[in-house]
Each structure stands twice: as structure tokens, then as C-alpha cells.
């Protein structure tokens, strides 16, 4: 056998694998789930038998996770704490779970945004207000505009959702 040179150890360090090819084969689908925001905080909680590594369910899944606990208490007939305590979630989770489903079907079970859809404080009144008091020519800062709205209508709007609202007014 050769003796190994300093060019030949190179070329074992370069080509040797540095992870199993599990790991890098799993990596993604996690990334995805927590991109999605479906990634199961806690799957070792997930007890279900057919949940277990190299099984079809993955239990990183919170999506599939959930389905299963619903299906699990219906078809099977185990009580709701019972469904929900092998599937490693709570009581409240397995009822909101449910009546997004019933709601929704499995797309309901996929995370929804959260906080307010819109500029709801601002509404064609207070934009009326704001839109009196600001002119193209002399623009008031959007810190006296909120004062000026809630001298006016008694309502507290923070001067970046007023700024927000005139750049999105200028858009248009």
C-alpha cells in the first residue's frame, strides 16, 4: 500500500462525508414545516404508535399531528383528553383543532396569520381628519397629526400608522 501524502490526504478530507445522509435528507422537510409555521414544537411528546421514527406520520408535522389526534378521537372513540394527552397537545389545542376543521376541513388546521388584517383604526373618518389637516405644499409631521387626531376624535393612532397610510394614499 502507497503511503499517504499530504495531496492524497486532501482528497480524503474533501470527498469523506461530513453528516449521515439522513440528516441532510430531513433538514429540509424541517426547514419547510418551520417556514410554514407547522413545525411541532415538541414531537417526542407524540406517543401514537404509528407515529414512530420511519413510519409514514411524522410527528414534526403539527399539521398531520393534529388531523390524527381528531381522527384518532372520532373514528376510535377515545375521549377528547385521551386523543389529545397520545398526541403530546392539550385539551383547548384538541377543541380549537376541531373547530377549525369543522370550520375549514384540513386547510383549517394550517396556521392562520395573526394580529389585525388591516389599518383598523383608520378609518374614512379619521382619515378625513388627517387628510384636512395635511396639504402637499406644507405636510405636518405624522407625530402632530396624531395629536391633532385624537384632540379631535379621541382616538389614539401611533404616527407610523399614519405614515403608513399616507405613503399607501400616495401609491394609489
Known amino acids: 500500500m502507497a503511503a499517504l501524502t499530504p495531496r492524497s490526504q486532501r482528497h480524503i478530507i474533501i470527498y469523506t462525508p461530513s453528516r449521515p445522509e439522513t440528516m441532510t435528507k430531513t433538514a ?17 411528546r407524540v406517543q401514537a ?21 381528531l381522527r384518532h378521537a372520532r373514528q ?11 398526541f403530546g397537545l392539550s385539551r383547548p389545542t384538541f ?4 373547530a ?9 388546521l394550517l396556521p392562520q396569520p ?35 387626531v385624537f384632540s379631535q376624535l379621541g382616538l389614539k393612532v401611533h404616527p407610523r400608522s399614519i405614515e403608513r397610510a399616507m405613503t399607501r394614499k400616495k401609491k394609489r
Do not use: C
Request: glycine share 10%.
Open 28 to 44: 429540509p422537510k424541517l426547514d419547510r414545516l418551520r417556514q410554514a409555521g407547522v413545525l411541532n414544537a415538541q414531537p417526542g
Open 49 to 69: 404508535a404509528w407515529f414512530q421514527p420511519g413510519s409514514f406520520f411524522d410527528a414534526n408535522d403539527l399539521v398531520q399531528v393534529k388531523y390524527e389526534m
Open 76 to 86: 376510535d372513540g377515545v375521549t377528547k383528553a385521551a386523543a389529545a394527552s397520545l
Open 95 to 98: 377543541y380549537q383543532a376541531q
Open 100 to 108: 377549525a376543521f369543522e370550520q375549514g376541513g384540513v386547510a383549517g
Open 114 to 148: 395573526r394580529g389585525p388584517k388591516s389599518a383598523h383604526k383608520l378609518t374614512a373618518e379619521v382619515m378625513g381628519v388627517i387628510e384636512s389637516h395635511h396639504s402637499p405644499g406644507a405636510p405636518m409631521q405624522a407625530r402632530e397629526l396624531a395629536r391633532v
